[in-house]
């Protein structure tokens, strides 16, 4: 049985309310503060509300959700459980992209305030090489939240919470001197009149631009399979960001407008948009002497946490989706002692340095934000649709009113984000062009994968709940005894059932239900197996099958019966005939929704006294080595696992195999001792070192056929000369071929 990955639960309340607020406090509202000001005029106090109110409306849905669901990737995990394929994929999808350029722009955030608090010390401008100083600050700062994020989870949060900290005594600090600079002034009050002096499209516009600005919460969501309590905590941890950030903004915002002066004759909120990014250290600098640095190590320390944050829920989306075979498995990979998802970390640190360096972030970021108001729109739908289909899903937090408020939320956030089709018509191509990426991927790479994957899972739930079904593929009375024993072996090791099936095939245009003469002879030959079975104490039934194709019926009753093993002979002499038969065997193998075995020569129960298993790297090596006890137990024989050196290899190549070999023994459980020899060539060594009395168990090569159309193997050979019983197993999912498996199974 494959081994489950899971991620260890080591974060706390307080680490995973950090980690929400780093990632909302993050440049969004530094850089983007006095743009937004400029857009929207004194607006921009109900700029900040209105985007608090939709953030809360989303909020809600993921604090129900992420209570309830217990699993690393937010917002694509609930979609994917809600709603039909492609959403889950594309909410994935759309949520690594957003988090990946939300990241870039934190990172090139920090090299602009790092180069201008230099310039404020008095360092003078650096000229570095094939970029300038803050896109190489950008790159350093991604690299080294990488490397936090690598040494784990626990690290994760300690990194985000003391800056996060650090940057909320700064902010603090900035509101109470710009609250105490209005108060020693009459006449601030007229810096909000007009109040919406840009009209409602100034508004619409800034809040589009700040959304951004209130992302970051979801993240909680996302560790929801490391936290502990996640029950309570995660809900928990989800309102408190919002209590804490959505005030902090809403004072930014009052103090920036009332407490800055601007040159005679122009309007603040003007003023704050002409100074852009610098607009809060030119405001700080007039609240009291040396604010603005204060504010510039404030930008610092929020684009760090912001950094911190989003590129661990990037990450994590990247390893959910991988997880669930929507991306390449290798992104699934967890470090053997750091307990974290590294390749993910670092594919995803890639890609943030990618765009920071080669993209244009600004209408990146917009992009960004409407990604995310379509991301959340999709969770809001989540919470109605699994209300209606897990009733009874143990939610810690209910979001009130459903589905009247998850409604609301979803036309507010589709309203936003087709308000910002005019004010940024690059971002909605790039979001577009994004979404059409995945479209393509999907259809192309994922949808096939995640659908071998979905049965793999059933049949793996299947086994935790004892519901464990053997398929004995019985094609003739010669082969019954060999794949019945093989079969029963399986069955009886898990306490499981035998399903007899055999497949009359029918010439291509005849229909499926006339009359066959041959029918009898196959309901006998199935009797015989229930005989055989009951014989043996295994429960059994039995299926006659009638189909234009042999391989597509066996493929098809593995499924509809939800079996989680498929036996099935194999022809080992040169007949053509048989050879084409061998063709079938192989179209199982790779469409099989289950394990299989395969089985060549006649097995005998009373002579087999030892099961020989040949180990190699890899997961069918790994399920041939877990399968030997059971085998050994039905068969009254012993297991001896041996790995085969060739001559040829370096002393350094044969320890590697050596220790791949005990490492695919420990990963199947097994106890048994490695028994390491010396050959010529594998081949030749196998066939001199194969006992009498021995069934010979063995993964199947995770590359190419078990039995090619011309040629031979040696399982073949061995069964072919009466030598030994072979069954070669082959696990669901594919791996790279071992250099013995290239060997044993070639052709000759």
Known sequence: MAVEVRLSREMRLIDITMIGVGAMIGAGIFVLTGIAAGAAGPGLILVFALNGVVAVLAAMSYAELGGAIHGAGGGYLYVKQALPNPSGFLAGWMSWFAHAVACSLYALGFGAYFKQALSVIGVKDVVTPGAPLEVWLAVAVCLLFAVINFRGASETGKAGNVVTIGKLIVIGLFILAGLWAMAQRTGWQASFSPFLSNGWNGVFAAMGLT?????????????????????????????????????????????????????A???????????????LVTAANQFVVGGGLIILVGGLLSTLSALNATIYSSSRVAFAMARDASLPQSLARVHATRGTPHVAIFVSTALVIFMAVALPIEDVAAAASVMFLLLFGAVNIAVIRLRQTHPHLDRGFKVPFSPVTPIIGIVAMLFLAALMVKAYPLAWLAAGGWIALGVLAYYGYSRKRETAFQARASWMEKIDRNEYR????????????????????????????????????VPEGEALDAPRPASREAEALLERGMAYARARQVTA???????????????????????????????HTHSMLERLVSSIVERVLQRAPCQVAVVYGKVDRAAVSRILVPVTSGRNSELAARLAPSLAAWFTADVRAVTMLDATLSRDEGERMVQEARGTLQAAGSGQELEAVQVPTAE????????????????????GPVVPLFGNTVPALIARHDR????????????????????FFART
């Open 211 to 263: 959304f951004i600005a209130f992302e970051g919460y979801e993240i909680v969501a996302q560790t929801s399979e490391e936290v502990e309590n996640p029950k309570r905590n995660v809900p928990l941890a989800v309102m408190l960001c919002l209590a804490i950030v959505i005030p902090i903004y809403l004072l930014v915002a009052f103090v920036a407008v009332g407490a800055t002066i601007p040159p």
């Open 265 to 279: 004759g122009v309007e603040v909120t003007r003023y704050l948009g002409e100074q852009k990014e610098m607009a």
């Open 470 to 505: 053997v398929l004995v593929a019985l094609s003739s009375k010669r082969m019954l005894p060999s794949l019945m024993e093989v079969g029963l072996g399986i069955a009886k090791a898990h306490g499981g059932e035998v399903v007899l099936v055999h497949v009359a095939e």
């Open 541 to 571: 039934r039995a299926v006659l099958t009638i189909g234009h194709r042999v391989s597509h019926a066996l493929v098809q009753s593995a499924r509809e019966e939800e079996c989680n093993f498929l036996v099935i002979g194999q022809p």
């Open 684 to 703: 030749r060594g196998f066939l001199e070192i194969i006992e009498s009395h021995a069934l010979v168990l063995i993964g199947a090569p995770s590359i």
């Open 724 to 743: 030994n019983p072979v069954v070669v197993v082959r696990a669901v999912a594919p791996q790279h071929a071992h250099r013995f498996e290239r060997v």
